[in-house]
């Protein structure tokens, strides 16, 4: 299986494991009080040979109680959040859309001016944000393998446009629009709308726009990450282990890969700085003020533009249309996490772990919520 196909795949095993882990006999973890939630987190995370883990329940007012496990792992301990990303990429998006009056269906090649449309193609049809943000704009590149610590990190431009210093093909655009095809390829180009429009780079912009305005302190999109220069915080190294599906991911031996593409899958955080990133998604999705957004606006991140999938949100709606949770998973090289809302319930809980294991352990705390 060629790299870069890699994430998307295990992107929807992700989903496919937890949509059915209700249905599974799991042992589920037991989250009502911090108390039981940090014994029984320790419980699983030893018996599936999970290394670190970091767990966050939260609501729509904020976080209710958080629980880690592993040596060192504490509410400092950053991880990758992989493709959990792309959905703080698109609230920011849509910050600057709203800040620039630029409508989520107009064509948005005039706004990115770095880039070569000539060279990148897509045809005669407009490309908007709202298709990029849905993975319905043709888009190539599923996903992303990362660089060594070692490597010098390509610029976004190269990324989209290619480069001898890229790992990954040249970003092109189909001409056909509308189905889904999951890629990391056009959150590139979302990647450049925002350096552009703010004229800033990505993980400053992203900063300004989202990180501190909801107080996610302990969270970056800086690639690379100095672990020298973010003290008292500290890096979840990856655990040195091969990925039990299929080995698709060689081993990791404590360190970690930098994902240059920011906005698909280069946001470091916590379990509970990223909660309360869900929370806000929580108040959202309620019809309360998040950042200045047009409630209309942000309403838009929770309708399906095709089935089980948003603006950088999935989807899942129960059998009367109403949504019954949304969120996301990501795996990068030796993580594993995801987040997910239960709006019904107001409750949602973030699970981030180091290792390719950590997937069952997801599985298992989100199928304790998934029967409330």
């Known amino acids: 299986m060629p790299q870069t196909m890699r994430t998307v795949f295990l992107f929807w095993i992700l989903l496919l494991l937890c949509a059915v882990a209700a249905c599974a006999?799991?042992?589920?973890?037991?989250?009502?009080?911090?108390?039981?939630?940090?014994?029984?987190?320790?419980?699983a995370a030893s018996r599936l040979n999970v290394a670190s883990a970091s767990v966050t329940v939260f609501s729509e007012d904020g976080i209710t109680h958080s629980a880690y496990h592993g040596a060192g792992i504490t509410s400092g301990s950053l991880f990758q959040a992989a493709s959990l990303s792309k959905s703080v990429t698109a609230l920011g998006v849509l910050l600057v859309s709203h800040e620039r009056g630029i409508d989520l269906d107009e064509d948005v090649r005039p706004y990115?001016?770095?880039l070569d449309w000539d060279e990148i193609k897509g045809g005669s049809l407009p490309i908007t944000?709202?298709?990029l943000l849905s993975h319905t704009s043709g888009a190539t590149e599923h996903g992303f393998p990362g660089y060594s610590r070692f490597e010098d990190l390509p610029t976004s431009v190269?990324?989209?446009?290619?480069?001898?210093?890229?790992?990954?093909?040249a970003i092109r655009l189909k001409p056909k629009k509308g189905k889904f095809s999951y890629s990391g390829g056009g959150y590139q180009i979302l990647q450049l709308?925002?350096?552009d429009q703010t004229g800033q780079p990505f993980d400053k912009a992203m900063t300004e726009l989202v990180l501190k305005?909801?107080?996610?302190e302990r969270s970056s999109f800086s690639q690379p990450i100095d672990p020298m220069a973010i003290h008292p915080l500290s890096i979840a190294t990856?655990?040195?282990?091969?990925v039990p599906l299929f080995n698709l991911f060689s081993e990791t031996p404590d360190t970690w890969n930098n994902y240059p593409e920011r906005a698909a899958a280069g946001l470091w955080t916590t379990s509970a700085d990223f909660a309360l990133f869900g929370a806000a998604l929580q108040r959202a999705q309620a019809g309360r003020d998040v950042l200045g957004i047009p409630t209309d606006l942000l309403a838009q991140l929770f309708v399906p533009v095709t089935k089980g999938y948003g603006l950088g949100l999935a989807l899942q709606q129960s059998s009367d249309g109403s949504l019954s949770h949304f969120g996301h998973a990501g795996a990068?090289?030796?993580?594993?996490c995801i987040f997910r809302s239960f709006p019904s319930g107001n409750e949602g809980v973030v699970v981030m772990t180091n290792s390719p294991s950590g997937e069952r352990l997801m599985m298992e705390v989100v199928s304790a919520f998934s029967d409330h």
């Not at 305005?213 to 996610?216: A, D, E, I, S």
């Not at 990856?238 to 091969?242: G, I, N, P, V």
Request: glycine share 4%; net charge positive; hydrophobic share 35%.
């Open 193 to 195: 709308f925002i350096e």
């Open 129 to 131: 944000l709202r298709q």
């Open 238 to 242: 990856a655990d040195q282990q091969k």
């Open 332 to 336: 990068n090289l030796g993580y594993r």
């Open 158 to 169: 190269e990324i989209v446009m290619g480069s001898a210093r890229t790992n990954t093909p």
């Open 213 to 216: 305005p909801l107080k996610m």
């Open 25 to 43: 006999q799991l042992q589920k973890v037991d989250y009502a009080t911090p108390e039981r939630l940090q014994a029984s987190l320790s419980e």
């Open 112 to 114: 990115i001016t770095s």
